[in-house]
Structure formats: C-alpha cells, structure tokens
C-alpha cells in the first residue's frame, strides 16, 4: 500500500466523516477487515478524494447522489453528515433528494429524505 496515500486518506475521510467516527472504525479494524479499511481509505479518499480537481462540497454533493441511487442508506446518512461538514445547505441537500426522486424514483427519494431530517435535525439545521 502506498503510505502517502493512505495518510492523504485518512486526513480526507477524517476531515468528511469526523475524526471520532474514522478512529472508532480504525481502531476497530481486526484481521478480517483490517485490509480493505486501508486500500480503501487510500484508494477511496487518498486517490479519490485526494486530488484538487473538485471540491469537497461538490464531491459530497456526487456522492449523495450516488449512494442515494444505489439505496445505500447507512453510507447516504453518513455521507450526509458529511455534506454538512463540507458545506452543504439544506436547500442543496433538498435539490439532491429531489433528482434522486427523478432519476431513481419517488419511494428512493422518500427514503433519502426520512435520513436527511434526521440528520439536518441533528445539526440544529431544521
């Protein structure tokens, strides 16, 4: 694994994700998952997240959409925190669910929607 990427990656994921939540997973990682927690955090968010072309707020944005099209709740509410982290309002997070709904159909949209009450609720942002 390439170190500096890794290193690159985890100041990313820790950045997006909050420090508490990426050193929970970390230090929890054992034999079995160990491994792909750090191709992924060095591929993921070293290489992917790490290069200057695009913005952490619009990278949040894509990912949101992405994952909210895949129906991956558990990974659309913690990349919606993140969003928050990197700047995303509540009105962008309505227009992203708003595609979606579009795009992959109203009973996704609704899905993505119950997860971002509950998260924009927590961020004092509803």
């Known amino acids: 694994m390439d170190n500096k990427l890794f290193e690159k990656g ?7 994700l909050g420090a508490d939540y990426v050193d929970t997973t970390m230090d929890n990682a ?9 191709a992924m955090t ?14 952490e707020k619009t990278r949040s944005m894509m990912n949101l959409s992405m994952i ?3 129906g991956k709740m558990h990974e659309w509410e913690l990349h919606c925190n993140g ?7 509540m009105e962008e997070i309505r227009a992203i ?7 992959c159909g109203v009973p996704q949209a ?6 971002a009450r509950k998260v924009l609720t927590e961020h004092g942002m509803l």
């Open 10 to 16: 985890l100041a990313k994921r820790r950045a997006t």
């Open 30 to 38: 054992d034999e079995f998952n160990r491994p792909f927690q750090e």
């Open 83 to 89: 969003a928050i982290r990197n700047g995303c309002t």
């Open 42 to 55: 060095a591929w993921c968010w070293g290489f992917g997240w790490g290069d200057d072309v695009i913005e």
């Open 110 to 115: 609704l899905e993505c929607q119950r997860v």
């Open 97 to 103: 669910v708003n595609v979606i709904g579009i795009y």
């Open 68 to 70: 909210g099209a895949l």
